[in-house]
Structure formats: structure tokens, C-alpha cells
């Protein structure tokens, strides 16, 4: 791994301040996701850097893991085209530096905490500081049992995010709020990863419910898969996330610069409706 060297500005308030940024402009927070080393790590990079380009606020770096909780099918093959090709942890956070080397883009690693635990805790907290990453978000990790890692994560000033669910229940919600840095990940749907029809009827309560209670800004993913979807969400929530949607456009078949491009248009037509 080659960490990026050139600095970043004020790391505690990047995220803060995209949001605050985004407020103002009357928009939502665009977050988009990305599996690195899917298909391949070239490619990986290729579209990531697409995703800044096209306008993402907040891009998640995906660390493949071949036994994931929370990935519905889109995800998981992306996981396993990027295992099969070789990807690792270093090279999540490689696609992290690479980006970082050309845009100020905020970056979240997305993963499973035993590829970390094996790659070493202190380790992967300062490498990926050093590699320009912002926060790091581990779904398996409840925030009643994120001491240590929160520590490691503290030190190395990033954010740690946590997510909630709609069957998480009130004193889930006070434990999350608690610890929570950067933002709170709202889970839309009872389930895993993948784009859906319509989103949930009673979205905007679980939503205000989760806001009421959060003292940093709450982001929704799960099943936002159209600019139509994430234009409902954006007027609910502060960032929304759109992952299996754009993995899927990358998946198709095409050079590296025809799949790179397809993803830049596509997160270009999210940024369009992530206005209030």
C-alpha cells in the first residue's frame, strides 16, 4: 500500500462540514458505494474517482468479505469478483489513497470486522488515516461493543459509524447516539443490501425518530436505488446512500473508461435530485 501524502484539510470537521455545506445548498448528502477491487483493482479506482467526479459527497470503499451479513446478491458477487481478483484490505485502502490523490472527496471504508481484526486494529486505523480516509463503518460491530476500536479509531482521528435499523429499539437508538461520530447510518429496510420498487411506508417516522435522537446527521441507504428514490429520501433525512444500484451499472459489460463513465453519469443524475 502506497498512502497518499498530501494533506487533508482539518480531518474532525471534513464530514461535519460537508454536511453543513450540503445544508446550505438546500440538498441532501449524496453517498455513494463502491467495492473495491470489483472487478478488478484498475477498474476499482477508475470508478471511484468517477464517483468524486460525478459529484458524490461522501464516497464508502467496500472491503470484500465472503461471509457478509448485511449484503444482499448485488453485493455479495461484487465481493466476490474482488476476492477472486486478489482484493485485501490494503487494497480498499489503496483505492482510499488513490482517490485522496486526486480529490478532496470525503471517503468511508464499509466492511467486516474480522478482515480488520486479522489485518490488526491500531494498524488499520492508522493506515487508513494515512490514506485519507474519513470514517469506517463495520455493521457487524454494535456500538455497546466498539470500545476498543472506537479507541484506535479516536486516535487515529476517524469517525466511527454505526447503524440503526427499523427493529432497533429505543435504547439501541440512546446507545448508538451516544457513541456516534461522523453520522448515524440508517438502515430503510428490514433486510439486506439491494435495490427495491418503493421504498418503505413509514420511512419518514422511522426517520424523525432516529433524527430526534441523533446528535450528528443520519443518513438512509438500503433499497435507494433510482434519482426518484433518492430524491424522496433527501427530503427525509441529511445524506442518502446509493451502493447496490451503481455496483450493478459497473458490473455490465465495457471497457474500464465505458464502465467508469456509466458510473460518473449515473452519480451525476443522483447529485441532480438530491435537492430538497
Known amino acids: 500500500m502506497s498512502p497518499a501524502t498530501h494533506p487533508v484539510a482539518a480531518r474532525d470537521d471534513r464530514i461535519a462540514s460537508m454536511f453543513a455545506a450540503a445544508r446550505d445548498r438546500g440538498e441532501a448528502a449524496l ?12 477498474t476499482a479506482k477508475a ?7 460525478g459529484g458524490t459527497d461522501l464516497l464508502e470503499i467496500g472491503m470484500p468479505f465472503s461471509d457478509p451479513i448485511a449484503d ?9 469478483r ?20 486526486r480529490s478532496q472527496v470525503r471517503l468511508a471504508l464499509m466492511g467486516y470486522l474480522n478482515p480488520v481484526l486479522s489485518y490488526g486494529l491500531e494498524r488499520f486505523f492508522a493506515d487508513a488515516a494515512r490514506s485519507g480516509v474519513d470514517a469506517v463503518i463495520l455493521p457487524d460491530v454494535p456500538p455497546e461493543e466498539a470500545g476498543e476500536l472506537r479507541r484506535f479509531a479516536d ?4 469517525k466511527t459509524v454505526f447503524l440503526l435499523a427499523p427493529t432497533s429499539t429505543e435504547a439501541r437508538r440512546r ?5 456516534a461520530s461522523g453520522f448515524l ?9 439491494g435495490a427495491r420498487r418503493a421504498l418503505p411506508e413509514d420511512l419518514a417516522m422511522r426517520v424523525a425518530e432516529v433524527r430526534a435522537a441523533s446528535p450528528v446527521p443520519v443518513v ?3 433499497g435507494v436505488s433510482t434519482p426518484a428514490q433518492a430524491h424522496e429520501v433527501a427530503r427525509l433525512a441529511d445524506g442518502v446512500v446509493v451502493g447496490s444500484a451503481l455496483v450493478a451499472r459497473l458490473a455490465e459489460p465495457g471497457s474500464r473508461a465505458a464502465r467508469a463513465e456509466r458510473v460518473r453519469r449515473f452519480v451525476r443524475s443522483l447529485k441532480r435530485a438530491m435537492l430538497r
Open 155 to 158: 486516535a487515529a482521528g476517524v
Open 47 to 53: 470508478a471511484a474517482v468517477a464517483c468524486a467526479d
Open 185 to 193: 447510518y440508517f438502515v430503510s429496510v428490514t433486510g439486506v443490501t
Open 31 to 42: 453517498v455513494t458505494y463502491l467495492m473495491a477491487g470489483d472487478p478488478d483493482l484498475a
Open 175 to 179: 446507545a448508538a447516539a451516544e457513541v
Open 72 to 80: 444482499g446478491p448485488t453485493l455479495q458477487r461484487a465481493a466476490e
Open 82 to 101: 474482488a476476492l477472486a481478483s486478489g482484493t485485501t484490505v490494503a487494497s480498499a485502502l489503496e483505492v482510499a489513497a488513490h482517490v485522496r490523490a
Open 220 to 222: 438512509v441507504g438500503f
